[in-house]
């Protein structure tokens, strides 16, 4: 009889990403496939990160320096911080581990908006934490106050110990005001840890300051990822801003080279290039404005977003939809595991992969 596994482990539904090209052209014979599913860079890495990457691989025998000290720095450049205000992991999903390894308890409650993106509940359920979700605001942004007031706590409920937000919002690309954040920020316990999750900040054209978020407020953890708008999902790099006090447990429990030497090259040479990052952001936000013009061609609702991908409302089941686009060979997201089973989720592409989504929808809509 096989050992079982911790009941916490057990409870825990595995993670299903979005379907590879490569899975679409087995399954059904499909020779060219565009994939609009998981929020990648239709320009790919930066030619700068390319070419470092490229020569780090010949110092693929080493070992990586475990806490990435050179990309540290560079981040520290770039926020105005010090590198120990740092940390940097396999993913932004890695530090969502870790600040869950380091800081909850079984019993612990853990206040997530619902819906979002799973990575937070897996983190918190791995260590025995009860979750309290909280829906939106019909905007698709967070309800602050509303997380506040579960996150206070009431009579016998103590405050939460970690509450995690998302801005812009996955899969919604909602975004909530400064105003408001400091007004939660203010209402949350000094106790509660607060995990802003800014997975696609730089989509986002709205004023925010979270570098002066981050310094006034010791509770605050900010995460960020190359995998976006950097174009470096295939490497795994993400990392954390917080207090060093806030950090130092994470860094004595984190692997010690989870983050390999080639991907610490590229996310360094990425950050410095600002043209790359600029022609991303701009595809993204004409992509968006073409997106939403189908949407109203075609009757659809959709959700205002600030980040590189619209959610859309198709007002019928969304899987027999998803299942007709991809034998078209579009992948998009259907968004049932979020709660949200009319609707799909589509990355910004290039203006011809957005042309052929859209093709393939009227097609399909009929």
Known sequence: MPIPA??????????????????????????????L???????????LAVAAAARAAAQ???????????????????WGLEPDWFIVGNGSDEVFRLLAEAYLRPGDRVVVPTPGFAAYTIVARLMGAAVEPVPLDPAGAMDL???????????????????FLTRPNNPTGGVFSAEAFARFLAAVPPETLVVLDEAYREYDSTPF?????????PHLVVTRTFSKVYGLAGFRVGYGVGRPEVLAPLFA?????????????????????AEHLR????LARE?????????????????????????IDLGRPAAPVHEALLRRGVIVRPAASFGLPTCIRVTVGTPEQNQRFAAALRAVLG
């Open 6 to 35: 911790r009941p916490e482990v057990a409870a825990i539904p595995p993670y299903v990403p979005g379907l590879s090209p490569g899975e679409v052209m087995r399954e059904l014979g499909i020779a060219d496939v565009v994939k």
């Open 37 to 47: 599913a998981s929020n990648e860079n239709p320009l790919g890495p930066s030619p």
């Open 60 to 78: 693929g025998h080493l070992y990586p320096e475990g806490t990435a000290p050179s990309l540290r720095r560079a981040l520290a450049a770039a």
């Open 145 to 163: 106050a509303a997380m506040a007031a579960v996150a206070a706590g009431t009579g016998d409920r103590p405050p939460a110990r970690l509450v």
């Open 209 to 217: 300051d979270t570098r002066g978020f981050v310094l006034a407020h």
């Open 253 to 273: 429990i984190r692997d010690p080279f989870s983050v390999s030497l080639i991907a610490q090259a590229a996310a360094e040479a990425a950050l410095a290039d």
């Open 279 to 282: 022609r991303s952001v701009a």
């Open 287 to 311: 992509g968006r404005e073409f997106l939403y013009g189908l949407c109203r061609e075609l009757g659809l609702r959709h959700w205002p977003s600030e980040a590189n991908f619209v959610l």
